[in-house]
């Protein structure tokens, strides 16, 4: 039997919950020339319900949500064929050190604990790492591929 597409809308407890154990996303930010730049992102949550991103100062998305903090992303499931869901939100960019503890709880989100937290900060701190946080604005519904109902009728 084909596979029936779906799009259900959730709230957003829901939208949280199908989000803590994706960690795979494409984040959509604006050039200065108008147009976007798209890069696959690892994400986590935070406790407040932010998606978290670790990336660098000098990356074109953190240029691009220093100057305008509108971002989208579309948050996959691990299968590519699995369930995602596009997410818009306000992007706020945490520099070294006030991205230290944050890195930490969003390695906590995607990886649990870390067997030397210390090490882990040097770590960070020696890359040189920063933190996007991006607070949840809105999103569409957790949708899935496939044919429509009124097509599946027709095959």
């Known amino acids: 039997m084909p596979k029936t597409a779906t799009a259900d809308r959730v709230d957003r407890e829901a939208l949280l919950e199908f989000l803590r154990p994706r960690h795979h996303a494409v984040l959509v ?36 949500a220093r100057r305008d903090p509108a971002v989208s992303m579309c948050v996959l499931s691990e299968d590519f064929d699995g369930p995602w869901v596009q997410v818009d939100g306000e992007a706020e960019v945490l520099d070294l050190p006030d991205a230290l503890e944050p890195l930490v709880d969003y390695y906590r989100s995607i990886s649990g604990e870390h067997p030397d937290w210390d090490e882990y900060r040097v770590a960070m701190t020696r890359q040189g790492k920063s933190l996007l946080r991006i607070t949840v604005t809105g999103w569409g519904p957790v949708a899935t591929g496939g044919f429509p109902p009124e097509v599946i009728d027709k095959l």
């Open 29 to 64: 930010t604006r050039r200065g020339t108008g147009g976007v730049q798209l890069s696959p992102v690892t994400c986590g949550v935070d406790a407040e319900g932010r998606i978290v991103v670790s990336t660098y100062p000098q990356r074109a998305k953190v240029a691009n």
